[in-house]
């Protein structure tokens, strides 16, 4: 009867079956071109049938976890611009810690300076008398600055509280994601060991270490790698961010030194472990 039509290794040509995507050449597969009429129905009716089956039930159970897994990638990103959001009026609120605290050691007037000492004396008023011997200082609003002060640490505690609860959901997100595509795998795995008994029963002359995934089924399962591995890379970064400023609050006291004041805002702001190609490459994996 010639060559045994029953697998075909070879050139990948369309499928039968209406808009099947096409195999790789890795894959095997059936592509009824290449079985006589005399055998189609036979193959049909026994072991292809089993396998086409199970090449439906693998893609069903594919397609729904990666719809779920598309869809929790999303509030991911969500919960990761919020996060973005908070770490900029964090910000703000450090550089309103940073000015307020500088305002209040501001030094007075340097009143050895012959130029300094012509001009108080030329415009030495009562108010300006007192204004200088207060240090320079007016005391509405000094009393100003030490409330901003105050409002700002306040601000940035609550920030990170916020930042915390974020925290904790992003990392759910990833929980959820890394179970339901162990729970796939399991359930893919019992399909397959379904249909290959069904497969011994009615053709054993197959060999079933050649059956391979579909193409189909192997995309699924890569693309849901592929955000799965994003997730996790994105929390590793805005988790070291989250520690940083955590760090960055806890140190904050009034007599924090300019110089470290100045250091604390620029790391903040340029936040060194975030990599901005990384999240780009991230939004684009959403639909």
Request: aromatic share 8%.
């Amino acid at each position: 009867m010639g060559k045994n039509p029953r697998l075909h290794r070879g050139p990948s040509f369309p499928s039968a079956r209406a808009n099947k995507q096409v195999p790789s050449t890795d894959s095997v597969y059936f592509d009824f071109r290449y079985v006589p009429i005399n055998l189609r129905l036979q193959l049909t009716g026994s072991g292809a049938s089993i396998w086409l089956r199970m090449e439906d039930e693998e893609c069903n159970l594919l397609i729904e976890p990666r719809q779920r897994i598309v869809q929790k990638f999303s509030d991911f990103m969500t919960r990761v611009a919020e996060f973005e959001e908070l770490a900029a009026v964090g910000s703000r609120l450090l550089i309103g810690f940073q000015q307020g605290l500088e305002f209040l050691r501001r030094p007075p007037i340097n009143k050895t300076s012959e130029l300094v000492e012509k001009i108080i004396k030329s415009n030495e008023t009562k108010r300006v008398k007192s204004y200088v011997e207060a240090g320079c200082i007016d005391s509405h609003d000094g009393t100003q600055n030490i409330s901003k002060l105050h409002t700002c640490q306040l601000g940035l505690q609550d920030h990170l509280s916020k930042a915390k609860c974020i925290l904790s959901e992003i990392e759910s997100l990833i929980d959820d994601v890394v179970g339901g595509m162990q729970t796939t795998n399991e359930n893919l795995s019992d399909l397959q060991d379904r249909y290959f008994d069904k497969w011994d029963q009615q053709e054993p002359a197959y060999d079933k270490e050649e059956i391979t995934s579909t193409h189909a089924s192997h995309l699924q399962k890569h693309e849901a790698i592929d955000y799965a591995a994003m997730m996790g890379i994105i929390f590793s970064m805005v988790k070291q961010d989250y520690v940083m400023q955590e760090r960055i609050v806890s140190s904050l006291n009034l007599k924090s030194l300019a110089g470290e004041l100045e250091s604390y805002c620029l790391m903040w702001s340029l936040r060194p472990f975030i990599n901005d190609e990384i999240m780009h490459q991230a939004w684009k994996l959403l639909p």
